[in-house]
């Protein structure tokens, strides 16, 4: 017995649902539009990345939440470096202690930077029309729980591991 098999397009949200920005725009820009898709009376944090556009609506990058605080203080991106020494590793999450003054005083003086100097590329994106099993293979593969999905050049929205979390458990009758 065949039945449809389960498509992107039918479990999409859509751009006009997901946090997006364009190159131009600021890291202060980036915080308020995190910040502004919320979910429930408790303000959970819906989303955790943004997608960055052209000025033609095309798809040049995204913001993650860790390439906002890295924007707000390049300093954490030397946390990971130092924990990759050998030998004894220092604790580097006590160095934060020396930073908490100078921390929320510098930050606000970054809110202008442009946001398209923290984006990270994008490593793949995905058709409305592929299937949900092959969508989620690459996703494992890649090591990514959210794909764009793009096409002819026109970004239609993300597909994000929830959503097809949801959907194949459901069919399966778990």
Request: aromatic share 6%; hydrophobic share 40%.
């Amino acid at each position: 017995m065949h039945t449809d098999n389960p498509v992107v397009k039918d479990h999409i949200i859509t751009l006009d649902r997901f946090p997006h920005l364009t190159e131009d725009q600021s890291l202060s820009d980036a915080v308020e539009v995190i910040k502004s898709y919320t979910d429930g009376s408790r303000e959970l944090l819906r989303y955790r990345e943004i997608l960055i556009l052209d000025a033609g609506n095309r798809l040049v990058g995204r913001v993650t939440m860790q390439d906002i605080i890295l924007g707000i203080d390049p300093r954490f991106t030397g946390l990971a470096k130092v924990n990759k020494f050998e030998g004894k590793k220092p604790d580097a999450t006590s160095l934060v202690i020396l930073w908490e003054d100078s921390f929320f005083e510098e930050c606000s003086k970054r809110r202008t930077k442009k946001i398209i100097d923290f984006m990270s590329p994008i490593k793949l994106t995905i058709r409305s029309s592929e299937s949900l099993l092959k969508t989620l293979a690459i996703m494992l593969s890649i090591n990514e729980t959210v794909l764009p999905v793009v096409d002819d050049s026109r970004v239609l929205g993300v597909i994000r591991m929830e959503e097809i979390f949801k959907a194949i458990t459901s069919r399966c009758k778990l």
